[in-house]
């Protein structure tokens, strides 16, 4: 599989594309003026403790006030570094004590940023501080050694676990292995190792001179990161549109992932680098809620507050044996199309595909592998549940950040985001009630009705005639006005 990095910087933006066979998978954006929060380590206070929640609410310089669940604090006070082990004396995890038992209102606690602010709710923060590296997460306050699930080789794991152990025996310090140290050397790991003491140590100082709200440890730069988080085996090139952030990103390739400076190149040509791959034509069309498939069906993705639903329809595929056949290869192609889909609209938390049903139960658990293939490249966790017998498939997908259509929308002010108006008829009615109420309750000689243009014209044209009921029914004169800059379902009533 050909897979490539695209890297797009302008003065105020920069935004990452990974293409996989000419086809876009991930897009990530930073914008200079709204950089994302998560692995952000600051020094924070408690506002509020709220028991009943087993969580805290945390100032951390931010515009809302931070969540931190019980679970998510280190049993021994955090802002003391030095030994905060986890668990009991054994080793072994012990359950979550009450909320009071750990924070108090008022109480100073250092904490990284695990889920950026979303929607209405504040980022969600976390006590067991983590530091990536190119192969490694250091974990301070832990001594275990862990290695990714996505590491299979049994030996690979083996010599990974030893080498990590050998390597931080001295330390005190515990690790996770990236999925990206599989194969690496033992003199890429020491690095590693030893990078991550020294920028431990530097935070380490960082705590003891920060102030409440102050950022003690910030991540890197959205160029760096998509280097360190998004390079493997199969990423043949690495290109860069801006010639500084491409020498940036060569000496932080030198630095800490020698072996693959080659794959890294700037490009300097005239046309957009993103319109070369077609990368802007494909964000355009994620931003819709419909997605054509190749055999004539589309999924319909419709993402709400609570979960995001994809509905699979066969559209104008009529197959060429039966309606079973048919259904079967529309949901194939859905379910790679959907996996696609949600990696690329970063889309999180609950989400629920409407499969078309199926009869043949053999045909279900290969709609379902399929799905569970076509994830197994994404970068997110996800965790897929078996095909209901209506042909739902349940899942979820860790979410630590707003998904493409928040990043780069906003409501429509029209419709407040519900996605659909009041007909100007319906609004007719209203005007017409609130006419009536209005005459009820105070005393004037003439009405003025100010609402939006189709409205008005509405109104003097298809109800001329209840407009004559309605004056004789008042005994007022009512004058309708058109207002260029109200919405469809604005207006006012106004007593002269």
């Not at 390597?167 to 690790?175: A, E, K, N, V, W």
């Not at 910030?218 to 360190?228: G, I, Q, T, V």
């Not at 709400?304 to 039966?322: I, K, P, Q, Y």
């Not at 002010?413 to 008829?425: I, N, V």
Request: charged share 30%; glycine share 8%; with cysteine.
């Amino acid at each position: 599989m050909s897979e490539e990095i695209l890297i797009n910087v302008t003065p105020r933006e920069t935004r990452v594309a990974v293409v996989e066979n000419g086809m876009l998978q991930e897009v990530h954006i930073e914008r200079a003026l709204r950089r994302g929060y998560v692995g952000n380590i600051y020094k924070g206070k408690v506002s509020r403790v709220m028991p009943g929640m087993q969580a805290a609410f945390v100032e951390i310089g931010l515009d809302r006030a931070a969540f931190l669940h019980a679970s998510d604090i280190v049993r021994a006070a955090p802002s003391l570094v030095g030994d905060a082990g986890e668990g009991g004396s054994n080793g072994q995890p012990t359950a979550t004590p009450p909320i009071l038992d750990l924070v108090r209102e008022g109480h100073e606690v250092v904490v990284q940023v695990v889920k950026d602010p979303i929607g209405g709710k504040g980022a969600r923060l976390t006590t067991h501080l983590s530091i990536p590296s190119r192969y490694l997460v250091l974990l301070p306050y832990s001594r275990m050694v862990g290695v990714s699930v996505r590491i299979e080789d049994d030996a690979e794991r083996a010599r990974l676990k030893e080498t990590l152990q050998a390597l931080g025996r001295d330390s005190q310090l515990g690790y996770i292995v990236r999925t990206n140290a599989e194969g690496q050397s033992d003199e890429a790991l020491a690095e590693d190792v030893d990078y991550l003491g020294r920028l431990w140590q530097a935070v380490q100082e960082g705590i003891g001179k920060a102030k409440v709200g102050e950022r003690i440890y910030e991540d890197l730069a959205l160029s760096m990161r998509a280097l360190r988080d998004l390079m493997r085996r199969d990423v043949e090139k690495v290109r860069v549109d801006s010639r500084e952030t491409f020498d940036k990103t060569l000496h932080f390739a030198q630095q800490f992932m020698p072996e693959l400076v080659e794959r890294i190149e700037h490009y300097p040509g005239e046309r957009p680098i993103f319109d070369l791959y077609g990368v802007e034509d494909e964000i355009q069309r994620a931003l819709k809620k419909e997605v054509p498939l190749k055999s004539g069906g589309y999924l319909i993705v419709d993402q709400t507050e609570a979960m995001t639903t994809v509905d699979v329809n066969t559209g104008g595929f009529l197959g060429h044996r039966n309606l079973e056949e048919t259904v079967y290869k529309t949901n194939l192609e859905a379910a790679q199309s959907a996996a696609r889909q949600l990696r690329l609209r970063n889309l999180g938390g609950i989400i629920i595909i409407d499969f078309i049903d199926m009869t043949d139960d053999e045909h279900k658990r290969q709609v379902l592998r399929t799905l569970e293939k076509a994830l197994s490249r994404d970068h997110a966790k996800t965790t897929v549940y078996d095909m209901s017998p209506l042909g739902l498939v349940e899942m979820t997908r860790k979410r630590t950040m707003e998904s493409l259509e928040r990043q780069l929308c906003e409501p429509c002010p029209e419709c407040s985001g519900r996605g659909s108006l009041k007909t100007a008829e319906t609004v007719t009615y209203e005007i017409f009630r609130e006419i009536t109420r209005a005459v009820r309750q105070f005393d004037a000689e003439k009405l003025l009705v100010l609402a939006a243009p189709k409205v008005v014209s509405r109104i003097l044209d298809e109800e001329s005639a209840a407009v004559a009921e309605l004056e004789e029914f008042v005994r007022k004169t009512i004058r309708f006005q058109p207002e260029e800059h109200y919405s469809q379902e604005q207006f006012d009533v106004v007593l002269l």
